[in-house]
C-alpha cells in the first residue's frame, strides 16, 4: 500500500501507547536482539496449490504505522524473485504482518524474507500443497505447555526433509499463570515459569503468553522451516471450554473468547476471515484431503454432568454442531482423494477407561464420549455411504494411541476385531510435547497398570496401539498404498536435548480393515 491515506488516518485515531502495552515488559528479557525487530522470526501456513501465507511480527517501541517489505524467491539465497510487495503493519495487531501469497505453482518450496528499513528478517522455506505427489509427510503435533519443558520435538521436526506440513491440533499455548500448589510428583516437572505469573484473560495476556511461545528457539525454527496447518483446542481460550463458557473463569465470556482468537489469528499463519473460523479443508490432488474441525468454538454444547446425566445422549448436544458436520460428512462423500484425513481435538473412538481413570466426569465429558449421538450421526452417514480410507488424527490426551476406527467396538454385530468387520479407517493420536503425561501425574507402576487394563480386549478390543508415558510428536505419511503413523519421542524434556528416536509404528491399507504393524 503505497497511499498515505490509511497512515493517516491511523496516525489520527491511534491511540498514544508504547510497545510494553502490547505485551508485558517482562517479554523483553527473552528477547533475541540479534534477530531484532524480528525477535519472533519468520512462519508461513495454510498451503493450498497456488497459495501459501507468510508471517512476521515486529517487536519494538513504535506508535506509529510501519512499513514492511517482502520477498518470495525460488531459491534460498532469495536472487530469484517470485513475487514482492510490501504492507503497513498497525499497534492495533501489535505489529503483525501476514500475507497471503497468490500465483504460486503447486508442490513447490519456496522461500521467503522481510524487510524494516534496513534489517531483513531470516529467511523463511515453505511450501505449497502438492497436485500429483505418490506422497503426504504430515508432523502432527500438540499440547506444549511451555511450563512442562523444553521443545525437543520441535527441533527435531524442524530437522525433518521432505516434510509437507506441521498439523497443530491444539492447546498452541496454555493460559495457566504459573503452576503453584499442584501434585507434588507434577511440580518436579515445571521447567519454566509463565509470563505473564496469571490466568490469561485478556488481549495482552494472551499476546504476551504466545510472544513467550515464539521466542523459544526451537519452535521458531520449526515454524521459519515448515508451513503450519494449525486449529485451537481448549487452552488457547480456558480449560475444556466450549461456546458459552468454560470449566472456571467465565466472567466477561464473549469478551475474553473474543480477545483470545484475536491473539490466536493474529500469531498464526492462518488464512484470515472475517469471523475468524479455523474449520477450512486442504486438498492435496488425489492422494488426500484434509478437513481441520472446529470443536470447541463452533458448535460445542456444554459437557455433561457424568455418564448417568439424562442429557448425555441429547441428539440437540453437540462437539462440532450442525453445520460442521454436515460440512464434514458432504465433503468427505465428494471428494475424489484416496485419503481423507481429518485434524480433530479429542479422542474420537469410544474409549473404555471406566477400569482405569478416577471418577471425575470431565474427563470422559470432554472428549466425543461425552457426545454420543453426534458420533453416532458421523458413522451412520459413513456406514450408508460406504465410506473408507478414514483417517482421523488426534491431540489432547498427552499421549500415543492407535485405534481402528470403527461405530461401536463393544457391538460384536458392528465390529470384529479379528476379521476388521466395520472398520472404516484409523485413528491416530499424538503425544504431547510437553503437556504432563500419566508418570508425571502417578507411579510409573501406576502408569504400567493402566496400560494393561487399557489394553485389555474386552476394555478396548479396537486398540491397536499405546503408549502413556512419552513425550513428542507423530508422522504421518501417505501414499496410494497405506496410511502409516510413527511415533517420535524425545529423550528428555528438562533441557534442550536432540536425541529424539523412532519407537513405535502402524499402519493402515488403503481399503485395509484394521490397523497393524
Known amino acids: 500500500m503505497n497511499s498515505l491515506r490509511p497512515l493517516l488516518l491511523l496516525l489520527f485515531f491511534l491511540p498514544k501507547a508504547q510497545a510494553q502495552e502490547w505485551f508485558y515488559p517482562e517479554l523483553k528479557a527473552l528477547a533475541a536482539p540479534d534477530l531484532a525487530p524480528f525477535d519472533f522470526g519468520v512462519a508461513s501456513g495454510d498451503p493450498l496449490p497456488d497459495a501459501v501465507v507468510i508471517w512476521t511480527k515486529l517487536y519494538l517501541d513504535s506508535k506509529l504505522p510501519e512499513l514492511v517489505k517482502w520477498e ?5 539465497a532469495m536472487q530469484n524473485l517470485v513475487q514482492t510487495g510490501e504492507e503497513y503493519t498497525y499497534g492495533t495487531s501489535a505489529f503483525t504482518v501476514k500475507v497471503d501469497v497468490k500465483n504460486l505453482e503447486p508442490g513447490t518450496t519456496y522461500f521467503y524474507r522481510f524487510k524494516h528499513k534496513d534489517k531483513y528478517s531470516p529467511i523463511g522455506r515453505t511450501k505449497t500443497a ?13 499440547c506444549a505447555d511451555y511450563q512442562g519443558g523444553y521443545y525437543n520435538a520441535f527441533g527435531h521436526i524442524a530437522k525433518q526433509q521432505n516434510l509437507d506440513a506441521v498439523l497443530h491440533l491444539g492447546d498452541y499455548i496454555y493460559e495457566y499463570g504459573v503452576w503453584r500448589n499442584g501434585r507434588k510428583r507434577m511440580m518436579k516437572h515445571r521447567y519454566r515459569e509463565h509470563i505473564p505469573d496469571k490466568n490469561c484473560t485478556e488481549l495482552m495476556d494472551y499476546r504476551t503468553r504466545y510472544g513467550q511461545y515464539r521466542l523459544d528457539p526451537q519452535l521458531r525454527e520449526c515454524h521459519r522451516l515448515h508451513p503450519f496447518i494449525v486449529i485451537w483446542d481448549d487452552h488457547e481460550v480456558a ?13 466477561n465470556w464473549e469478551a475474553r473468547k473474543a480477545a483470545a482468537k484475536q491473539a490466536y489469528f493474529e500469531w498464526m499463519p492462518i488464512r484470515e476471515n472475517p469471523e475468524r473460523r479455523i474449520v477450512r479443508s486442504f486438498s492435496f490432488g488425489k492422494l488426500a484431503e484434509l478437513w481441520m474441525l472446529d470443536g470447541r468454538l463452533e458448535g460445542r454444547s456444554k459437557q455433561a454432568n457424568g455418564p448417568n446425566d439424562p442429557a448425555l445422549n441429547d441428539p440437540n448436544r453437540h462437539m462440532l454442531g450442525t453445520e460442521q458436520t454436515d460440512w464434514l460428512l458432504n465433503g468427505m462423500k465428494n471428494t475424489q482423494a484416496r485419503w481423507k484425513i481429518v485434524g480433530n481435538q479429542v479422542v474420537f473412538s469410544q474409549l473404555n ?8 466426569p470431565s474427563v470422559r465429558m470432554d472428549r466425543w464420549d461425552g457426545y454420543p449421538a453426534e458420533r453416532q450421526h458421523i458413522f451412520d452417514f459413513i456406514y450408508k455411504n460406504d465410506l473408507k480410507n478414514i483417517v482421523v488424527v488426534t491431540g489432547d490426551v498427552h499421549t500415543s494411541w492407535a485405534f481402528d476406527l470403527t461405530g461401536n467396538p463393544a457391538d460384536p454385530n458392528v465390529y470384529d476385531c479379528k476379521t476388521g ?9 499424538t503425544p504431547s510435547i510437553t503437556s504432563f503425561n500419566f508418570d508425571e501425574v502417578v507411579p510409573k507402576i501406576v502408569a504400567s497398570e493402566a496400560k ?5 480386549k474386552k476394555n478396548n478390543p479396537h ?20 496410511a502409516q503413523s510413527d511415533w517420535y519421542f524425545v529423550k528428555r524434556k528438562d533441557r534442550v536435548d536432540d536425541r529424539v528416536r523412532l519407537c513405535a509404528s502402524r499402519h493402515i491399507l488403503f481399503n485395509g480393515n484394521k490397523v497393524e504393524k
Open 130 to 142: 502438492s497436485q500429483n505427489s505418490d506422497q503426504l509427510r504430515l508432523a502432527v503435533v500438540s
Open 463 to 482: 486398540l491397536r496401539y499405546l503408549d502413556l508415558v512419552h513425550h513428542g510428536y507423530l508422522l504421518l505419511t501417505l501414499t496410494p498404498e497405506k
Open 353 to 360: 477407561d471406566s477400569k482405569v481413570f478416577d471418577r471425575r
Open 239 to 251: 480449560n475444556n471450554d466450549y461456546v458459552n463458557g468454560a470449566e472456571s473463569g467465565t466472567a
Open 452 to 456: 494393561r487394563r487399557f489394553k485389555k
Open 421 to 429: 468387520k466395520g472398520v472404516v479407517g484409523a485413528e491416530f493420536v
Open 72 to 76: 518470495m524467491a525460488s531459491d534460498s
